[in-house]
């Protein structure tokens, strides 16, 4: 008999903790969306006491996520419940998870509580919780380095006071996985009632031990999985969740667990995340990588020609990779556009499919074979587009370069007062001289910290995407820009990043 796991993810709120990763509101609702096409049980969807851009944006996912329970995280006090639960309360589903740190240097050091005064805590804001949401997730942080006889007292108690799932988090990604088990195995044999809740993993990969930690737990009585799309997450990240759903579904011969995700949608999801995060997913990632299902070596190739199954475990389309994705080209119409559009499983006004099929006529004459990857990234610009009316516009640029002189850039742009403005600066290469020119016409104090290039597909005509992270008036932002040319992908990155500095985003 194989047992469902329930997936709880976490890539809005431990995912969005990554350095640098700033999602905007419209961002986060697309892919709290995605995250429920792909089948997820829970979304995480932010920490609404941390910003009000936070709490805009859980209370948003609440008011549009129908099939997935939409949770919030709280510290364990008053505020930061009535926070979660103010924004999750139109949820079709609505959890509250409530954490607070078990450990002695947890508790000792950084919440300055005795073990007694932590156990208070917890269960009165358990029982706080409870009164307004049926649904109450406990977190006890930093358990793995926690005495377990302590955990046991403190699990019995928030579980007498209403929590119905228990989530016993290796926060600092410490345990090693037979360790980790041990403290399932001991909380299952120790508690009382222990079979009415919901036991979950929350596994870090400090040690890259997250994916063995999280089967361990799941053998020892674990229900439930936290995890991020991408691996995504504070530190090191987060267990990768499509790598234990591929898993658990190759090696169905030797676990009898599953998940319910749609495996189809792992790869959609994970370009998704990795285009708005900026966090760029290496090459050699097991199950979304690049390289994932290339075969480079003679052997290895000549096997594969024998046989896929020599050196293929995982097939491509199990996770949705398009081994021929030629979907639509210079002669298509409207029509059909649309049709794609749904298939791809965007929802968009009229008004931003007409933009979108404009972007689209644009790039047919510039690229002979327009993929699935391509209308996908288009589609994505268009829909989490910025629409703020303060924004600067890109109106033309000129790069000049040759090999014995410094390049120099003319740019013309479009001010947030409506101002065209024109200016001209060089630089060591065509990317710095674009970004001299840009930064002189701008009223915004700019320092580029971070410059990431990549190609989305494959061959010379492939669009190129830009990403980046500025620190706009000395607040970090990331921006991205996707054309088929590299130093136009460029100027949009770095405009959008100002734009976005000017709208809602973490830490607002
Ligand atoms: C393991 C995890 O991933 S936990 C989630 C981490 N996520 C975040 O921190 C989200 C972003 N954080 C923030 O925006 C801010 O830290 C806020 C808004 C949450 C809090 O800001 P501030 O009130 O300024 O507090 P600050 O962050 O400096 O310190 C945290 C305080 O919360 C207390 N605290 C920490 N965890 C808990 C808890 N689970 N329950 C109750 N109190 C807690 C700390 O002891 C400290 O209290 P003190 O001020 O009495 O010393
Ligand atoms: C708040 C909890 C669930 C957490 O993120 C951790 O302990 O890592």
């Known amino acids: 008999m194989t047992q469902t796991i329930k997936i709880f993810d976490t890539t809005l709120r431990d995912g969005e903790q990554s350095p640098g990763v700033n999602l905007n509101q419209i961002e986060k609702l697309e892919i709290a969306k995605q995250l429920e096409r792909l089948g997820v049980d829970v979304i995480e969807a932010g920490f609404p006491a941390s910003s009000q851009g936070d709490f805009d944006a859980v209370k948003k996912i609440a008011q549009t996520i129908t099939k997935s329970t939409v949770t919030a995280l709280a510290r364990a006090n008053k505020n930061d419940i009535d926070r979660a639960w103010e924004a999750i309360k139109d949820a079709k589903k609505p959890r509250i998870h409530v954490f607070i740190a078990t450990s002695p240097i947890h508790m000792k050091d950084k919440l300055k509580k005795t073990p007694e005064e932590v156990i208070n805590i917890a269960v009165e804001m358990v029982k706080y919780a409870k009164q307004k949401c049926h649904d109450i997730e406990w977190s006890a942080e930093d358990a793995s380095r ?26 600092v990604g410490y345990t090693m996985p037979k360790e980790y088990g041990e403290m399932f195995k001991y909380i299952k044999e120790n508690v009382p009632n222990i079979d009415r809740v919901d036991l979950s993993t929350h596994c870090h990969d400090d040690l890259g031990m997250a994916l063995a930690n999280t089967i361990a737990g799941i053998q020892n009585g674990a229900t439930q999985v936290e995890g991020t799309i991408n691996g995504i997450g504070e530190r090191a990240g987060n267990v990768a969740l499509e790598e234990l759903a591929v898993a658990l579904e190759i090696r169905k011969d030797f676990y009898p667990y599953s998940t319910g995700l749609v495996l189809k949608e ?236 000017f709208i809602k985003v973490k830490g607002d």
């Open 146 to 171: 926690s005495d377990l006889s302590f955990l046991a007292t403190i699990i019995e108690k928030v579980i007498d006071a209403g929590a119905n799932v228990i989530n016993l988090p290796d926060t």
């Open 266 to 501: 792992i790869k959609r999801t994970s370009d998704m995340i990795s285009k708005l995060t900026g966090m760029i997913v290496p090459g050699n990632k097991a199950v979304v990588g690049r390289n994932a299902f290339a075969h480079e070596s003679g052997i290895h190739q000549d096997g594969v020609l024998k046989n896929t199954q020599t050196y293929e475990i995982i097939t491509p389309e199990m996770v949705g990779v398009q081994s021929n994705n030629l979907v639509l080209g210079k002669h298509s119409g409207r029509h059909a556009f649309k049709d794609r559009i749904t298939q791809l499983g965007f929802t968009l006004s009229e008004e931003k499919i007409s933009a979108a099929f404009k972007s689209f006529k644009l790039l047919t004459d510039r690229k002979k074979e327009v993929t699935e990857d391509d209308l996908f990234a288009l589609l994505m610009d268009i829909q989490t587009g910025i629409s703020n009316r303060k924004q600067y516009k890109l109106l033309s640029f000129q790069v000049h370069y040759d090999s014995d002189h410094s390049p120099t850039a003319t740019v013309k742009i479009e001010t947030p007062n409506k101002e065209v403005v024109v200016g001209e600066k060089s630089g060591a290469g065509s990317v710095e001289a674009l970004y001299n020119t840009i930064e002189s016409l701008i009223e915004e104090n700019v320092q580029l910290t971070d410059f990431t290039l990549s190609s989305v597909g494959k061959g010379k005509d492939a669009l190129a995407e830009v990403h980046i992270h500025l620190n706009v008036d000395n607040q970090p932002v990331s921006g991205r820009g996707t054309s088929q040319d590299v130093l136009e992908a460029a100027a949009y990155a770095f405009l959008n990043a100002v734009n976005r500095s």
